[in-house]
Each structure stands twice: as structure tokens, then as C-alpha cells.
């Protein structure tokens, strides 16, 4: 388990954050060989920590707020998932996965509902090419009042998005982009700043400093909301 990487201070009443993932298991991904892989992410401030459920029963345990759990081989077919307060399995939300199946990530997110706890699920079927070393990213957002976001990535020398299109457009509470079964978008690694204005405006409400990117990296950008 490890703490997700914070990338930069606050849009509105969020945080913005990523997840990663990637490397030598790719090239099964790629050819459909590599067992369901799934992991789970905590965005409620001042909730508990919690245990993540898969048909039941406690696949990882006593993940607090901003952390997120490294990739776990599932089996294919329908899979329910949850997440209850540690040491319980009275799941606090849960949901449901028709059909996984092999070379798919999976991601949970326990997010804050507009009455109680609520879940996130995204399903990346990884169609990368085998002979590709580009980077993929893609959007969450995971705060409950937060406005929808869009999302420009761009290089590091160049932050004016005056004329730039979003890379991750419309994201929206409890929504990926691309959406859930879709594929991830693809960018070539390099160094970028990350800038989130609120949907259809060119205004920045937020802005990373500027990072590296590396090729076949596999990059979730969240927003979470803030504790207080």
C-alpha cells in the first residue's frame, strides 16, 4: 500500500492526486493474458479506514484516507466489490463488475455520496500496442462538490492554455474520463504541468508544479476532497 502521490495544493474544496501503475507485467496486459488486476483508493476526508471487499470477503485491509493499494490478480465473471470500516464486512458502499475479465484493470474509489458513503468503479480494458511506450492517463473526479473539471496537460515550457484544447474534458463527480471501459488516453512521456480550470473555462483554478511523465507510465489524476 502506498500514499498517492500528491501533485499539487487545491481546486476549490480538492485536492488533486495520482495514482500509478505500469510496468513489467504490460505486455501481458496488452495480449489479454494478464489475470484481472484491481486496486482500491480512500477519498473521504475524516472517514475511516477501511477494508476492501471482492465477493465478500477482505482482499486488502486498513486503508485510511489518500491511500491507495497496489494491483491484485482477480478471477474473470461478475465480481462485487465494497469497502467496510476495518475489521467488519458491513460494506459502507459497494458495487458490482459484469464481466471481468483478463489484460483489464480494475479500480475501486470510496468516495463521499450527498448521504453517506458512496463508490467509484472503473474498468481500463489497457488496449495499449504491444509496441508502444506511450504513457496513458486519465481523470477521476472525486468530489462531491466540487464543479466539473477539465483537465490540460501540457509541457512544462509552455503552461498558456489560451488556445489549447482539454486533455481530459467535462470531468465530473463520481466519472472518469475516459469513461469506465474505455481505454485510457495516450501521451508521449516528457515533462508537464497539470492544469485544472472549472469545465469550459480557460481560467486556471489549479496548477502542479512541473514533473516527469516517463513513457509506459499508467497515471489516475483524482480530485479529492479536503478533510475540514
Avoid at 482500491?40 to 470477503?57: Q, R, T, Y
Avoid at 486519465?138 to 489560451?162: C, E, H, K, Q
Wanted: hydrophobic share 40%; net charge neutral.
Amino acid at each position: 500500500m502506498k500514499v498517492i502521490r500528491t501533485m499539487a495544493a487545491l481546486i476549490g474544496a480538492a485536492a488533486l492526486v495520482s495514482a500509478c501503475g505500469g510496468g513489467s507485467n504490460d505486455v501481458g496486459k496488452e495480449l489479454g493474458l494478464q489475470n484481472p488486476l484491481i486496486h482500491f483508493v480512500h477519498a473521504i476526508p475524516s472517514g475511516p479506514a477501511v477494508d476492501f471487499l471482492v465477493n465478500g470477503g477482505a482482499l486488502q485491509k486498513n486503508i485510511s484516507y489518500k491511500n491507495v493499494t497496489n494491483f491484485a490478480n482477480i478471477n474473470t465473471g461478475q465480481t462485487s466489490v465494497a469497502y467496510a470500516a476495518t475489521g467488519t464486512t458491513t460494506a459502507l458502499a459497494s458495487g458490482t463488475f459484469p464481466d471481468v475479465a483478463k489484460g483489464h484493470e480494475y479500480t475501486v474509489i470510496a468516495v463521499p455520496g450527498s448521504s453517506g458513503a458512496d463508490i467509484g468503479l472503473i474498468d481500463d480494458p489497457f488496449d495499449k500496442g504491444l509496441l508502444s511506450n506511450s504513457a496513458r492517463l486519465r481523470g477521476f473526479n472525486a468530489s462531491l462538490n466540487a464543479s466539473n473539471l477539465d483537465l490540460y496537460l501540457v509541457p512544462a515550457n509552455n503552461t498558456n492554455i489560451t488556445n489549447a484544447s482539454p486533455t481530459l474534458a467535462g470531468v465530473s463527480f463520481k466519472n472518469a474520463v475516459p469513461a469506465s471501459g474505455q481505454d485510457s488516453v495516450y501521451v508521449s512521456g516528457g515533462t508537464y504541468v497539470l492544469i485544472a480550470t472549472t469545465a469550459g473555462s480557460k481560467t486556471p483554478i489549479f496548477q502542479s508544479s512541473s514533473f516527469d511523465l516517463a513513457n509506459n507510465a499508467d497515471w489516475l489524476v483524482t480530485s479529492v476532497p479536503i478533510g475540514g
